[in-house]
């Protein structure tokens, strides 16, 4: 049973650019949330999205876009890249149900690290 | 605004000794749910365990377990008989809104490496 599925694992940028990471959830997860995670930082939600829409979103600018697609794979896009953007980028992948929280357990990829020149 | 601390950056430990990594966590909602991560150099963060602001009894899986003290908002990990293969860092991280749809919030993690 694959986990969560993310490319490219590698790419380097300069600033101004756009990049589009992909991720690919667990098989029978519908509810995809992308995380940054700088050097020596814990993650940051960036934003999750569940039926093909925005459903949360963490403290980041409009720079920073997603989209989910019908087969709940999906797609983080940056435009006009700076130097802080340079992070590893997580993908996790969840079930939304109605149960309470423990349920919800997200399962990560191992990132797509991104570095800004 | 919730907020989740690890003090120690790092942390070293024998093999085959017990060793215990601390979290405290600050919220003041009702109910939340408490999660650890382990991420080694691969990248990937690897689920743990998990403590429900309501359960009783700490959890345990396996080699882990949460010593969860509700009153003083910790929720430390333990992990017992170290293994090499558990160097790595290791994330605190706290559910915070009701229900299965809220993101998690992070602490900055501690580095755990296991001296053989």
């Known amino acids: 049973d694959a986990g969560v599925t993310q490319s490219p694992t590698h790419l380097i940028k300069t600033r101004g650019q756009q990049v589009t990471l992909r991720c690919s959830p667990k098989s029978g997860h519908d509810t995809v949330s992308w995380y940054q995670q700088a050097l020596g930082q814990g993650p940051q939600f960036i934003f999750q999205y569940y039926e093909e829409e925005e459903r949360q979103r963490g403290n980041f600018p409009d720079r920073f876009s997603g989209h989910q697609f019908p087969n709940y794979s999906s797609e983080l896009n940056v435009n006009a890249l700076l130097l802080g953007d340079s992070a590893l980028y997580l993908c996790a992948s969840s079930l939304t149900s109605g149960r309470a929280f423990g349920a919800n357990v997200l399962t990560f990829g191992a990132g797509s690290r991104l570095t800004v020149l | ?116």
């Open chain 2, 1 to 116: 605004a919730q907020k989740i601390t690890q003090t120690q950056p790092g942390m070293f430990v024998q093999e085959k000794e017990a060793v215990t990594l601390d979290c405290t966590y600050d919220t003041s909602d009702q109910s939340y749910g408490l999660f650890w991560y382990k991420q080694p150099s691969s990248g990937e963060m690897i689920f743990l365990i998990y403590q429900g602001s309501y359960d009783e009894q700490n959890a345990t899986e396996g080699r882990y377990s949460l010593n969860f003290q509700k009153a003083r908002k910790s929720a430390n990990l333990v992990i017992s008989a170290s293994q090499l293969g558990d160097s790595a860092m290791y994330f605190c991280a706290m559910r915070d809104l009701p229900g299965s749809q809220g993101n998690l919030i992070f602490g900055k993690g501690t580095k755990l490496s296991v001296k053989p």
